[in-house]
């Protein structure tokens, strides 16, 4: 059965990805530690390896909540610990009388580092605290070069995985039926809006699905995939819970608040 056939054609590269992971652990009897997943990779890892009789695949990000998290694949006999992971939090304070911090800076104060996506997990902003989950091999470099953002000097330390803020942001979920799984009709169902508005918005590249920009109303949706709307905020495809008798899809939709 061909595998491909039950994931975007833009999915392949990273189902390629993990079936050299699969395979790497196969032949050398030796776990593998992959760098941070976004849902709808935990999503596609997880049905890639599937029940495999020789090994066993965990998830983590720093706490049971977190969205992003590294994945560890192993033989089946071996035991994994949240040490295993190699998961830093590096935690800054700030004035914020005087200054506002959202996710979207500190995330850009890491792009402007060279960082890549995939070597950060959250980024949570509570009250006057960031907090940087990482690849432990990056707290020094952070620790030394992020020293600010938007021009307010910073100071970041590793802080025990024990002291992660839990993130501020809050899911308002609801379930409905959709008539069928294309991009506009599935936010149409989560923005109550008319089919037309949110066929404009995506052929005005207002809409990404999972950190990428999607112009083609008729995009399939997947269950795990992100929506960010431009001035609309972020909303999730959680669950597809199969059809109703009238051929609908029943869906778990979540809006960030």
Known sequence: MDIYQHFRKEEQAFIDQALAWRDEVEQTYQRKLTDFLDPREQIILSSVIGNHPD????FFGGDD???RKRAILAPFYEEIHNEDFDIVVLQSQFARKFVEITHRDVLGALMSLGIKRKKAGDLMVVDDTVQIVADKELATFLELHLTGIKKTRLHFKSVPLDEMKPSPEQWQTK??????LRLDTVMKEIYNLSRNKTSEWIQKGYVKVNHRVVEDPSFQMEEGDMISVRKKGRSKLIQISGQTKKEKWRILTGVLK
């Open 55 to 58: 090994m066993n695949l965990h």
């Open 175 to 180: 379930e409905g039926t959709v008539s069928s």
């Open 65 to 67: 909540k977190t969205e």
